[in-house]
């Protein structure tokens, strides 16, 4: 690990920082500004003919042709509309803070642009100021700090949202889904974060116009565009287990296109949890990112985008197994690879209709190779190669000002072949989805909408949602949801026979499960078994029903409460678990029905700014989770368990603890301040999560004894900031500042340090 002096750091940020905070001389150019005179960079003018331009860094802006009505909003901003005259008369434009963003546009919640205010829907956007404060390089790293988030240590960084795993939450690039998910879950640890636009987060189940993967929820981020300008920035992070993060992106806007270039690398050394055993937590491993972006206008009524992303990650490693013949040391091999290319071509040949068709395909692929250090020979071998294509068409039909109706046709293929399988499997499958935007009256709105699936092995099935909002009062407003699902088990929870090497972990499908801890056994690389895995049995569809209600209030200009109750019903839900806990500390995982569960809860935000340069907020999420099945069996007295002194006695409704790996309790606090003297942004989080069951240690397969617990913990964090006028960008700052250990999550590696610089070349040349 590199070791930090922390002084000798603080004085380098500021003799770096200070000097030059008043060295450059500001452009007297058009400024959106907040009312402290400080740029929003984050700012969208929108004109008339519906184009949105994006400020620069400084917050400057240029409006090339003369628009009747300008608006100009930005995340936790009054918006304001202005004249063309009023536009030019004023030498910079002020925008108002408010709490909240209620004003930011929305794409994922309902397929079409609408603003928070205006959905009648849990939902949380992260703009880009948001994910830099948290100085972040990976994906989970900025949603492990939001209200009712938890990332799960299984198989990769998981994300688990009212109480429902990765596996039930669509993760979204620009709007298209991500594929290659380990036995359900998507390893947020793909997505770098260096260039996000905004993080949308829609809570509650959107199966109905995104399918059966989106029961729990949708994250859709948005990664950065250029509108007529051009940019260069290079950049770099550097943080504690020699982890380096270079990027660099270039962005040029001309006339009606825009072209976008992005590429991120990501090395690290690793961590190790268990330095007693041979081997590391995570191992040392590399990843690279690269992005292509494109879009622009035929004419006024047909425009093209064109979407590419490829990832590559390369691992290393050792581990330590016992033989016939004695330990012997095997050398981990592994890679991963990622390929999206979605082109999107819109027709909107007037104002009230909008045609779109989307093309996506995506190609993902592991190898896994591991081998007997001293002969050479091979130990272990694993490949999977899945492909995901989808085309679709979207129709928006604004049938009055109260009615917008949306239509989808679709198509998908999807192929996977591996090692572990005798023959290659495809999946076609056919849907349709209908919503409707409704807004009667000024105060009410009601989102209706329906999708159907017919899959070539999951069979047919259908799921609805409604939505409605009725604004009380200006400052008040109330928000409810319902909607329906269906989810049968793919492939990979029966069959899937996995390893990651750069972290060490095991997946084995239900049916493989107990031939897949018996090898491992044998190869001395269990510490200890947790859920016996003959008693897992056969794997069934699920069936599930959700609600979302709460509400958002404004007490005023600077404060804003929201609230969200929800509850779960799932029948067969598919659970995921570690069933083996391995010598390197990690764990092996599978699958296993429970009959009927309940999750429910309510996550509470809380923001206020209390002065132009300082605000607070606050999170809460309370989590209830149960397996019906077992608490009649409980009922009825027919679940036992041994005491500390060894005594059998029946389980009682006091001692279960509900579904494994969920924290009741939850929460956040975080100050953000603007050093006015300096210019320096200063960030400072405490992220709480509860305790959270771990392990099955009795042998009678539920939570229900305190040994099963892993314990909940603290994390402080720390981030300071500057921009400079030019541009130039630095931050420092820390995670985990106590260094709270938590050995049931093996994605914790400890404290970790950082620095961070972002230089915009362009704008240093033109100076």
Same mark, same amino acid.
């Given at each position: ?40 960079? @984050? ?113 990769? *960084? ?19 889904? %991500? ?85 991120? @690398? ?43 992303? !490829? ?45 779109? %068709? ?118 008040? *407003?109330?928000?409810?949801?319902? !909607? ?6 793919? &492939? ?103 009959? *009927? ?25 309370? %989590? ?35 579904? &494994? ?59 300071? *900031? ?46």
């Amino acid at each position: 690990m590199i070791r930090f002096n922390l002084n000798k750091i603080f004085i380098l940020f500021f003799l770096l920082i200070v000097p030059k905070a008043f060295a450059f001389e500001l452009d007297m150019g058009k400024q959106i500004l907040d009312p402290s005179g400080k740029p929003i960079p @984050h700012a969208l003018i929108k004109l008339d003919d519906e184009k949105v331009l994006e400020v620069d860094e400084l917050g400057k802006v240029e409006i090339q042709r003369p628009s009747e009505t300008i608006i100009i909003f930005a995340m936790g901003y009054v918006t304001r509309q202005m004249t063309w005259e009023e536009w030019i008369r004023e030498e910079d434009i002020i925008l108002k803070e408010k709490a909240g963003n209620l004003q930011t546009v929305v794409v994922s919640a309902t397929r079409t642009e609408r603003s928070v205010e205006q959905l009648p829907m849990p939902v949380t956007v992260l703009d880009s100021e948001s994910i830099q404060e948290t100085g972040g390089i990976r994906l989970s790293e900025i949603l492990r700090e939001q209200t009712g988030l938890q990332i799960a240590s299984n198989h990769g *960084s998981g994300l688990q949202m009212q109480g429902l795993d990765s596996d039930y939450i669509l993760i979204l690039l620009d709007g298209e889904p %991500l594929i290659g998910r380990t036995a359900g879950t998507f390893d947020l640890d793909r997505i770098s974060v260096s260039n996000i636009e905004r993080i949308e987060i829609l809570r509650g189940p959107s199966s109905a116009i995104y399918g059966s993967e989106a029961m729990g929820g949708v994250v859709n981020i948005i990664t950065k565009s250029n509108v007529d300008k051009t940019d260069l920035d290079i950049g770099v992070r550097h943080r504690s287990f020699n982890s380096w993060n270079p990027f660099f992106q270039f962005g040029m806007g001309k006339e009606k296109w825009n072209t976008q270039v992005f590429f991120d @690398h990501f090395s690290t050394d690793g961590f190790d949890l268990t330095p007693e055993t041979l081997g590391q937590t995570q191992n040392p491993y590399r990843a690279s990112t690269a992005q292509v972006k494109v879009s622009g206008e035929f004419s006024e009524k047909i425009n093209l985008s064109v979407f590419s992303r !490829g990832y590559k990650e390369i691992s290393e490693g050792v581990l330590q197994t016992k033989g016939t013949s004695g330990a012997e040391t095997l050398d981990l091999g592994n890679e991963r690879r990622d390929f999206n290319l979605n082109p999107t071509l819109r027709f909107k040949p007037n104002s009230d209709w909008t045609f779109t %068709l989307r093309g996506m395909s995506s190609w993902f692929s592991t190898l896994s190779d591991t081998r007997f250090r001293d002969s050479g020979e091979n130990f272990d071998f694993q490949d999977f190669n899945q492909f995901y294509h989808r085309t679709e068409l979207q129709t928006d039909f604004q049938l009055n000002a109260q009615n917008l109706i949306t239509l989808g046709l679709g198509q998908l293929i999807e192929t996977v072949e591996a090692s572990r399988y005798e023959d290659k499997n495809r999946f076609e499958a056919g849907y349709f989805f209908f919503q409707h935007l409704w807004d009667p009256m000024p105060k009410f709105n009601v989102v209706t909408g329906l999708r159907a699936d017919f899959h070539s092995q999951f069979g047919n099935r259908i799921s609805p949602k409604v939505s409605g909002q009725y604004q009380i009062s200006d400052k008040l *407003s109330w928000q409810a949801s319902f !909607g329906a699902g269906f989810k049968t088990p793919d &492939f990979r929870q029966l069959l899937l026979n996995f390893n990651n090497a750069a972290s060490g972990y095991y997946v084995f499908g239900a049916n493989l499960a107990e031939e897949g801890i018996s090898r491992l056994q044998q190869q001395g690389l269990v510490a200890r078994v947790l859920i016996e895995p003959e008693t897992l049995g056969d794997l069934n569809a699920e069936t599930s029903w959700a609600i979302n209600t709460g509400f958002r209030w404004k007490p005023s200009a600077k404060s804003l409460i929201q609230v969200n109750g929800f509850r779960n019903h799932i029948d067969n839900l598919i659970e995921t678990a570690p069933i083996a806990q391995l010598v390197t500390g990690q764990n092996a995982f599978s699958y296993f029905n429970i009959r *009927s569960v309940i999750t429910q809860g309510v996550e509470v935000d809380a923001q206020i700014n209390l002065l132009p340069n300082l605000s607070l907020s606050a999170g809460y999420a309370f %989590l209830d989770t149960r397996d019906l099945e077992v608490l009649d069996r409980i009922d009825n007295g027919e679940v036992f368990k041994r005491n500390a002194q060894n005594q059998t006695r029946r389980v009682t409704r006091a001692d279960y603890g509900g579904l &494994f790996n969920r924290s009741r309790h939850s929460g956040n606090f975080k100050i953000n301040y603007h050093e006015n003297f300096t210019g320096i942004d200063l960030s400072f989080r405490t992220i709480y999560r509860g305790k959270f069951g771990f392990s099955d240690l009795n042998g009678n397969l539920i939570l229900d004894s305190e040994n099963e617990y892993a314990e909940g913990w603290f994390s402080l964090n720390l981030t300071a *900031s500057k921009t400079l006028n030019n541009g130039l960008f630095f931050e420092m700052g820390g995670t985990n500042l106590l260094n709270t250990a938590t050995p049931a999550q093996p994605n914790n590696p400890g404290r970790v340090l950082f620095l961070g610089l972002k230089v915009p070349l362009l704008n240093l040349i033109n100076q």
